[in-house]
T-cell receptor
Framework: EDQVTQSPEALRLQEGESSSLNCSYT??????LFWYRQDPGKGPEFLFT?????EEKEKERLKATLTKKESFLHITAPKPEDSATYLC????????????WGAGTKLIIKP | NAGVTQTPKFQVLKTGQSMTLQCAQD?????MYWYRQDPGMGLRLIYY???????DKGEVPNGYNVSRLNKREFSLRLESAAPSQTSVYFC????????????FGAGSRLTVL
């Protein structure tokens, strides 16, 4: 059964304290892994797509990486405005239109 | 540039009442989706429309119906609301075929008493 697990559920960091969020997945034929950011009371906002193991994408203080079993979202020197819930989703070979979503990691950056 | 617009933002229903959630996108996207988001769970797909004139069931379609009114609009209807349908509902759209980069609306919070 296709599955996506994100850890930790919540992460509290001091401003400037770097860390990583994890997204572990089991799918039949990965056709894309997606990272989204969700602010309270808003819809998810797209960050990255990764397609194959070894691929990396960067945007400001965020870097996403992918292996055959998991993806990491690395946050370098975070700022309070990076506080949000980060969602991971995968698209498998079984369906063009269905994504399998993790429950998210709530990130809190304290000034 | 509005993107994806959902109405209403908040709604309280009594068990057995019906209602329709409206969604419209102005990006000329082909595919549209309805998701629900519940605490501690990932987003779950209710229905999707790959293109104008087509709709298909997602992971949790029971108790819902949809209409793809035209290329811009995709509505979600609850015929007889149940407390288990208390959730936050998100509409999303994407340009091409397949669930790639989704653009989401701001969400509709529904409470069924």
């Amino acid at each position: 059964e296709d599955q996506v697990t994100q850890s930790p559920e919540a992460l509290r960091l001091q401003e400037g304290e770097s860390s990583s969020l994890n997204c572990s997945y089991t799918v039949s034929g990965l056709r894309g892994l997606f990272w989204y950011r969700q602010d309270p009371g808003k819809g998810p906002e797209f960050l990255f797509t990764l397609y194959s193991a070894g691929e990396e994408k960067e945007k400001e203080r965020l870097k996403a990486t992918l292996t055959k079993k998991e993806s990491f979202l690395h946050i370098t020197a975070p700022k309070p405005e990076d506080s949000a819930t980060y969602l991971c989703a995968v698209r498998s070979g079984d369906s063009n239109y269905q994504l399998i979503w993790g429950a998210g990691t709530k990130l809190i950056i304290k000034p | 540039n509005a993107g994806v617009t959902q109405t209403p933002k908040f709604q309280v229903l009594k068990t057995g009442q019906s209602m329709t959630l409206q969604c419209a996108q102005d990006m000329n996207h082909n595919s549209m989706y309805w998701y629900r988001q519940d605490p501690g769970m990932g987003l779950r797909l209710i229905y999707y429309s790959a293109s104008e004139g087509t709709t298909d069931k997602g992971e949790v379609p029971n108790g819902y119906n949809v209409s793809r009114l035209n290329k811009r609009e995709f509505s979600l209807r609850l015929e007889s609301a149940a407390p288990s349908q208390t959730s936050v509902y998100f509409c999303a759209s994407t340009q091409g075929s397949g669930a790639n980069v989704l653009t989401f609306g701001a969400g509709s919070r529904l409470t069924v008493l």
